[in-house]
């Protein structure tokens, strides 16, 4: 690493800032680049984002796409600064250090492993596999919002539910269409009933029932709970946008990556009213 490049200014983005920067473009409009260790950021990250630790970071600049704004966050804002002032002085054009890093963000925070999930994708799977495990993960959540509409104490609770299956419902009938369109033919249903048992994020249905907090008629909870499984999809669905060679398949995730952000807009609105009514 150039010792110059660590005197480049760059722009310090406060959180709220940061937050408006991303709300404002699309998932695949820019990145958000972890430069800590991967023992830092397996207990917790923001969720779909690169990791590139700062000690790699010149070997491995060719990760990173020029032409899109770059957000770099560490621990605290150090090692971040450090790697925004060299992408800086490297030509990337526009460039920000997250203040105060991860400490201070107040926004959806995820954990685990980098590989975390990859497993279910193979990184030379082709367009078409990509979408049925699309498909079985957009089932498997919805599966698990009916359970908990059959289990609701009330009619408030069903209907959140309700609503929230026929979202996953939606993403489905896309996605075989989506299928049918590109591969000629129906998307394999025997599949995905086969591995229904995958949610978005990559968890397991039954694991994820067994781990309800304060059981299905605890509104909060299952509030929080839900947001918690979205965060964890739109992580898995970052990390396979740059798991995948294939830009069919990674152009699939980051469109999932924008549902899965407005899913978490929606359940985040419903808690606030929620929360207001008491």
């Not at 970071?57 to 450090?82: F, M, Q, T, W």
């Not at 919002?145 to 539910?161: G, I, K, S, V, W």
């Not at 069919?248 to 990556?257: D, W």
Request: glycine share 10%; aromatic share 8%; with cysteine.
């Amino acid at each position: 690493m150039q010792w110059k490049n660590l005197f480049t200014p760059v722009a310090n983005l406060s959180v709220a800032e940061a937050r408006a920067f991303m709300d404002q473009r699309s998932t695949g409009d820019y990145e958000l680049l972890d430069v800590r260790q991967p023992n830092e950021y397996q207990p917790t990250h923001i969720p779909g984002r690169r990791l590139i630790p700062l000690g790699e970071l010149p070997a491995r600049l060719g990760e990173l796409d020029r032409r899109k704004p770059v957000i770099a966050y560490c621990a605290v804002g150090g090692r971040s600064k450090a790697a925004a002032q060299y992408l800086a002085g490297q030509g990337f054009s526009e460039v920000y250090n997250l203040a105060g890093g991860i400490k201070v963000w107040d926004g959806g925070k995820v954990g685990g492993a980098l590989e975390a999930g990859l497993e279910l994708l193979p990184v030379e799977a082709e367009f078409g596999d990509a979408l049925q495990l699309a498909f079985a993960m957009e089932e498997g959540s919805q599966h698990f919002y009916q359970h908990l509409e059959a289990a609701a104490a009330t009619d408030e609770l069903r209907h959140l539910f309700n609503r929230l299956a026929g979202f996953e419902e939606r993403h489905k009938a896309r996605l075989a269409s989506l299928f049918k369109e590109k591969e000629g033919r129906e998307l394999d249903a025997a599949l995905a009933a086969a591995t229904v048992g995958i949610m978005e994020g990559g968890g397991r249905l039954a694991d994820q029932v067994a781990a309800l907090p304060g059981g299905p008629d605890q509104i909060t909870a299952v509030l929080d709970f839900a947001m918690a499984l979205e965060t964890q999809a739109y992580d898995l669905y970052g990390r396979l946008v740059l798991h995948s060679k294939n830009e069919s398949a990674k152009s699939l995730f980051i469109g999932l990556m924008d549902e899965e952000r407005t899913h978490l807009g929606f359940l985040s609105r419903e808690l606030e009213g929620l929360l207001s009514r008491r």
